[in-house]
């Protein structure tokens, strides 16, 4: 089974930017549709991006069009997310998810990383 590991996050002002990463394990990374999520306290976890196999192909949430972009190389077994303009709301734990069905049923989670956006 893959295993993901989210790095890059930390503490940024409002319009500054950050870059997440999230590492696969495995050789298999590639069959994987890849996805972005975040979830704030006391709230549900929200999906934010997704990314097909080869990525060609991706989706955004309303609330981070434009804003965030996802992206993959599979010859480094990693996704990342950039994300820019970020809003003090943008503050989550950001997680990775693999998606072995290509049917939107996320199966194997990251650990998550934190992501605070200050005014």
């Known amino acids: 089974q893959v295993q993901l590991v989210e790095s890059g996050g930390g503490s940024v002002q409002a319009g500054g930017s950050l870059r997440l990463s999230c590492a696969a394990s495995?050789?298999?990374?590639?069959?994987?549709?890849m996805g972005w999520f975040r979830q704030a306290p006391a709230k549900e976890r929200e999906f934010l991006a997704r990314?097909?196999?080869?990525?060609?192909?991706?989706e955004y949430a309303d609330a981070v069009k434009g804003r965030f972009t996802i992206s993959r190389d599979n010859t480094k077994n990693t996704v990342y997310l950039q994300m820019n303009s970020l809003k003090p709301e943008d503050t989550a734990v950001y997680y990775c998810a693999a998606d072995r069905g290509g049917g939107a049923a996320y199966d194997v989670w990251g650990q998550g990383t934190q992501v605070t956006v200050s005014s």
């Open positions: 990314i097909n196999t080869s990525g060609s192909s991706t």
């Open positions: 495995g050789r298999t990374f590639r069959f994987y549709v």
